[in-house]
């Protein structure tokens, strides 16, 4: 299997905020916050061609308070997620790849999904050594596109040390 890293689209930030108005009209309350996370979300950053939006939520269950909305516009929630702290929704066959991440509010994984996202933004030379080490290891044939994340762990567990000390050094807040 071929991965394919693109470089930086524009039409990646539009994109991300028409799924957002959508997410709006059929969230509640329980939605605290929708963000552009991912290699999408930072301008000038290669990346695959899928959006990442987290939903920050004030509880992960009930799966259907928020569920049930996202599954009106064509998402659904994918089952086999390991990580037992977050819900992961795809979108239906023949919709714009999307992969919606939700998880609750002041979680671990939700402030660090933000920070890391931050951290590439505020840091130009970090995004073309990311995006180098991707495109690098994007050139291997890889049995599945598991493979290739578990290959990109390293890399993304090098910067993740170094968002943490920016975040340090800068009192970084996810706003």
């Given at each position: 299997m071929q991965i394919v890293i693109m470089d930086h689209q524009p039409r990646w930030a539009?994109?991300?905020?028409?799924?957002?108005?959508a997410l709006k009209d059929v969230v509640g309350p329980e939605v605290r916050?929708?963000?552009?996370i991912g290699s999408t979300s930072v301008p000038g950053l290669a990346?695959?061609?899928?959006?990442?939006?987290q939903l920050s939520v004030t509880a992960i269950e009930p799966v259907a308070a928020y569920g049930r909305g996202l599954e009106?516009?064509?998402?659904?929630?994918?089952?086999?997620?390991?990580?037992?702290n977050k819900r992961?929704?795809?979108?239906?066959?023949?919709?714009?790849?999307?992969?919606?991440h939700i998880r609750e509010s002041g979680a671990f994984g939700q402030q660090?999904?933000?920070?890391?996202?931050?951290?590439?933004?505020?840091?130009?030379?970090?995004?073309?050594?990311?995006?180098?080490q991707k495109r690098?290891?994007?050139?291997?044939?890889?049995?599945?596109?598991?493979?290739?994340?578990?290959?990109?762990?390293?890399?993304?567990?090098?910067?993740a040390r170094r968002a943490n000390a920016w975040q340090q050094a800068t009192a970084w807040r996810s706003g």
């Open positions: 539009e994109e991300y905020r028409a799924i957002e108005q916050r929708i963000d552009h990346a695959k061609d899928i959006i990442d939006i009106t516009l064509g998402y659904f929630e994918k089952p086999g997620n390991p990580e037992r992961y929704f795809r979108e239906s066959g023949g919709m714009r790849r999307t992969h919606i660090f999904a933000l920070l890391f996202r931050d951290y590439l933004r505020a840091s130009p030379g970090e995004c073309e050594y990311y995006a180098a690098e290891l994007a050139q291997r044939e890889w049995e599945n596109v598991s493979d290739f994340g578990d290959a990109k762990d390293p890399l993304f567990w090098e910067i």
